[in-house]
């Protein structure tokens, strides 16, 4: 006896295969609609980032701006995530070919942007990163010029509110014949503070975008899935066309 497909009298092969293409498009659907809270996630994180007050202005008087090339590419590559996922759930639901095709070119670039930008990002605050030589080039710039009020201080700040000393240790001062300033020593115990602002410094940068690269790399993830399912449901709607035409005739 012949199966139903959509309920026109089409043979068990064509219903069978519509109940796939019925599991795919929704389950792509689902993915989506993830792929669209991961991107208003990193879109919100990255706003955070460089908005948030005072962190802004220490980059500015330390001079790191290159820390936000990767945020703002980040940032950019999460509103065409948004953008994308929306197209995504309409191709997916009409199973339209041409905007299937589409939205797998797409969801390819929102992987390399974001693949892109993470790498960015982590390349400009981790450890042993590209920031760390910035970071010691300015510390020991503010260091080598105490009779500039300025210079000195923006060291007192940074050693202060971060609890660190000198770019490597308390031995920068001592090997520059400096006297120890006393922000360098811990309020409570008068020691003074083990790590260098270098390392202290890219600590703080790691914690701030170590969610953020994370969330980023997710959504990687997810693109290509998306992709691969995608191009999975374009194969189907085509083989029931066919099928359908087949058993018609």
Wanted: charged share 15%; aromatic share 10%.
């Amino acid at each position: 006896m012949p199966g139903v497909g959509r309920g026109d009298g089409q043979g068990p092969a064509v219903g069978k295969l519509e109940s796939q293409i019925y599991c795919i498009k929704y389950t792509l659907f689902c993915f989506n609609i993830v792929l669209w809270l991961f991107g208003a996630s990193v879109f919100a994180l990255c706003l955070w980032i460089c908005i948030e007050p005072g962190f802004n202005e220490w980059m500015s008087i330390l001079q790191l701006q290159k820390y936000f090339i990767g945020i703002y590419i980040i940032l950019i590559g999460s509103l065409v995530i948004m953008v994308v996922a929306f197209l995504g759930c309409g191709s997916a639901l009409m199973e339209n070919v041409k905007l299937l095709y589409a939205y797998i070119i797409s969801q390819i670039s929102s992987f390399v942007l974001g693949l892109v930008g993470a790498c960015v990002v982590l390349d400009f605050s981790t450890y042993d990163s590209s920031i760390q030589p910035l970071i010691k080039d300015v510390i020991l710039r503010l260091m080598n010029n105490p009779q500039h009020e300025g210079s000195r201080e923006i060291l007192r700040m940074v050693q202060e509110g971060i609890g660190c000393c000198g770019a490597d240790g308390p031995m920068d001062f001592l090997n520059l014949n400096k006297p120890l300033p006393s922000e360098c020593r811990d309020s409570v115990t008068g020691n003074a503070h083990f790590h260098g602002c270098v390392d202290e410094l890219t600590w703080f940068l790691e914690s701030k975008t170590g969610w953020l690269a994370g969330i980023v790399l997710a959504s990687c993830m997810i693109c290509v899935v998306n992709a691969v399912m995608s191009l999975v449901l374009i194969q189907a709607v085509k083989k029931e066309e066919d099928e359908s035409v087949t058993y018609k005739n």
